[in-house]
């Protein structure tokens, strides 16, 4: 598989810099990897749909909105990933997370859960569909090391 250029896509919590050690990581080691991701401005995935259509009758019409302009894109760049790595943060639930790891089980895109231990017993089912559980973006990078390139860096670990 080495020489192919691979689509990654990160999921989840938006208030730790998670994404960038994994992009800096990957990029370090010099991986063929494009990462792509959900709206992570947390105001402007909210208030998309109002913002583009009109005002909304209620505060469910509008995360209604909002949640199905979003999936749009959550969908389409999930469908295209080779991989995706969804995240749990242990501060607030991600349900849109979970979500898009059943959009990831049911498309058949692999993917790499990334959480504490803490929450092991709320994301059994989650992680039961996982290819790879892991605990820091360290490991996540080793492990798209490992299945972009073959190459199995033992020095690391």
């Given at each position: 598989?080495?020489?192919?250029?691979?689509t990654?896509?990160?999921?989840?919590?938006?208030?730790?810099d998670w994404r960038e050690q994994i992009e800096e990581?990957?990029?370090a080691?010099?991986?063929?990897?494009?990462?792509v991701s959900p709206v992570t401005i947390h105001e402007d995935s909210d208030d998309c749909g109002v913002a583009i259509m009109?005002?909304?009758?209620?505060?469910?019409?509008?995360?209604q909105m909002g949640s199905r302009m979003n999936a749009i894109r959550t969908r389409t760049l999930i469908e295209q990933a080779d991989a995706a790595v969804i995240r749990f943060g242990d501060k607030y639930k991600q349900w849109n997370a979970a979500y898009d790891a059943g959009i990831c089980s049911a498309?058949?895109?692999?993917?790499i859960t990334l959480h504490d231990e803490a929450i092991n017993h709320a994301l059994k089912e989650v992680d039961?569909?996982?290819q790879a559980v892991a605990r820091t973006p360290e490991q996540v990078v080793r492990t798209l090391q490992y299945v972009t390139t073959g190459v199995l860096n033992?020095?690391?670990g």
């Amino acid at each position: 598989m080495s020489g192919l250029e691979w689509t990654v896509y990160l999921s989840g919590e938006i208030h730790t810099d998670w994404r960038e050690q994994i992009e800096e990581g990957t990029k370090a080691l010099g991986l063929p990897i494009h990462f792509v991701s959900p709206v992570t401005i947390h105001e402007d995935s909210d208030d998309c749909g109002v913002a583009i259509m009109g005002d909304a009758p209620s505060d469910f019409w509008k995360d209604q909105m909002g949640s199905r302009m979003n999936a749009i894109r959550t969908r389409t760049l999930i469908e295209q990933a080779d991989a995706a790595v969804i995240r749990f943060g242990d501060k607030y639930k991600q349900w849109n997370a979970a979500y898009d790891a059943g959009i990831c089980s049911a498309l058949g895109t692999p993917y790499i859960t990334l959480h504490d231990e803490a929450i092991n017993h709320a994301l059994k089912e989650v992680d039961g569909g996982a290819q790879a559980v892991a605990r820091t973006p360290e490991q996540v990078v080793r492990t798209l090391q490992y299945v972009t390139t073959g190459v199995l860096n033992r020095a690391a670990g």
